[in-house]
């Protein structure tokens, strides 16, 4: 799994720094409220993006995780929905 997240890491980042992005970016904790609190020590965000599937395919949005992150981190959060297969404009 961990190989897997890796991969979709370095593929997620590649696509952002082509089109023109300065990012960076780790595989955390597999409780992403936990991976949210790991990452804020050691970089202060002014905003949280979370990134799921779309409603039904999701276990974060069964899990209320944008809405316990909205709750719990002092940032305001952004909720993406990705859509599997469908490019976004650069």
């Keep these: 799994a961990r190989l897997s997240a890796e991969a979709r890491l370095a593929e997620c980042l590649e696509g952002l720094q082509k089109a023109g992005y300065r990012v960076e970016g780790a595989i955390g904790d597999a409780d992403p409220l936990i991976a949210i609190d790991d990452a804020l020590c050691g970089f202060d965000a002014d905003?949280?993006?979370?990134?799921?599937?779309?409603?039904?395919?999701?276990?974060?949005?069964?899990?209320?995780?944008?809405?316990r992150a909205q709750e719990r981190f002092e940032q305001p959060v952004i909720h993406v929905i990705a859509h599997v297969g469908v490019q976004a404009p650069v």
């Design 47 to 67: 905003t949280l993006v979370i990134v799921t599937h779309p409603p039904g395919q999701s276990n974060w949005l069964e899990r209320d995780v944008v809405d």
